[in-house]
């Protein structure tokens, strides 16, 4: 049982440690009214329509030297990463002295699209109340993405960050979100499944319940809210889980913003979640690999017959491991658009899309 509370922060009743403080950060505060409590205490959201997303593709920066993106003007989504949770290159294969990896190779190159860390999407969300940063999973390689993307693209601040699951790769660098917490604003907001907030009061319970933090310590502050499989709001824009399997029996969290759908780990997809893929304009999803599927990820065939069966108008696949070359994955997917009429490329780190929420 979750219950809401008066500043827009929910948690489950049996955490009574859980120390709970105003924020001054609009986005932990539901301005839609997205609790509600019936007579048996289970949660309702107030719904609000979907907006249609018009979207464009936009690279990155080739050099890795520091460059500041021009201003803002409109929404955009930038994938800060794109890789699995070793991230590419592997140090496995640049150590290899027997066999050069293609791939892990290239990735060291300069600008390389091949290069990697984990999956992880920022939400750029302008409205006529303000411009706000939406983080999708905080991975252990976020500080390294941050460090790349932040100061290129002009990002200073986190509004606040949504979690797909908990694994390392998705939570991982929730302790890094100190500089933000510590240098840049009081706190940011947390959005996760309980399930996931179980495994973090084991992995970050320094987080959770400072209480046994050193006084003068510089962890981060972080407000935890519990979501259901239900939409709710963010920084006035509406998120909708779409449940998935990331593995059998382990349950993941994709999200549809506006018409864009975005599912980063998922082995399969169950079908009461189909009908929240209708209309679905741009789709990102995972493909691990080309020749075949993982038990816990799509492989390139499997992510194809998805496409296929949802038909969005767009698709970009994300989560991939050092077998998918960019350039040589992409020249195959172009011929789709000829042949079955689908729009479909490699995502890549840096990667920024305008688009209309």
């Given amino acids: 049982m979750v219950v809401p509370l008066s500043f827009g922060i929910v948690r489950p009743l049996h955490a009574p440690w859980l120390r709970l403080t105003r924020s001054i950060n609009p986005c932990s505060v539901s301005r839609k009214g997205q609790f509600s409590v019936s007579v048996n205490g289970s949660s309702r959201l107030n719904l609000s329509h979907i907006v249609r997303a018009s979207l464009h593709s936009s690279s990155a ?194 999200f549809r913003f506006g018409n864009i759908c975005y599912i980063s780990d998922v082995s ?19 493909a691990l690999r080309p020749d075949r599927s993982s038990s816990t990820h799509f492989g390139l065939p499997r992510a194809l017959d998805e496409v296929r069966k949802i038909r969005p108008k767009r698709t970009l696949f994300t989560g991939m491991m050092h077998l998918m070359d960019h350039d040589k994955i992409n020249e195959d997917l172009i011929k789709f658009k000829e042949t079955e009429g689908l729009d479909i490329e490699l995502s890549y780190d840096g990667l920024r899309v305008p688009v209309t929420l």
């Fill in 61 to 254: 920066p080739d050099s890795d030297g520091p460059q500041v993106s021009p201003l803002v003007e409109q929404s955009e989504i930038i994938f800060i990463g794109t890789g699995t949770s070793e991230g590419i290159p592997r140090v496995s294969c640049l150590t290899n002295p027997v066999k050069t990896c293609p791939v892990c190779s290239k990735a060291t190159e300069p600008g390389s699209k091949n290069r990697r860390l984990n999956t992880s999407l920022l939400v750029r969300y302008l409205n006529p109340s303000g411009k706000w940063n939406i983080l999708i999973d905080a991975g252990k390689f976020f500080y390294h993405s941050a460090l790349r993307w932040f100061p290129t693209y002009g990002i200073r601040t986190i509004d606040a960050v949504i979690i797909t699951h908990s694994h390392a790769d998705a939570i991982g660098g929730m302790d890094d979100l100190r500089d933000w917490t510590n240098n840049v604003q009081p706190s940011i907001p947390i959005y996760a499944a309980e399930r996931d907030f179980e495994v973090m009061k084991k992995t970050h319970y320094y987080l959770v319940d400072k209480s046994g933090v050193t006084p003068g310590a510089a962890v981060s502050t972080l407000q935890f809210n519990i979501i259901q499989e239900e939409p709710f709001t963010v920084c006035d824009l509406e998120f909708t889980p779409l449940p998935v399997w990331h593995g059998r029996g382990y349950r993941s969290l994709g």
């Fill in 268 to 286: 399969d997809i169950p079908e009461e979640t189909y009908p929240l893929l209708s209309n679905c304009e741009l789709l990102i999803m995972d």
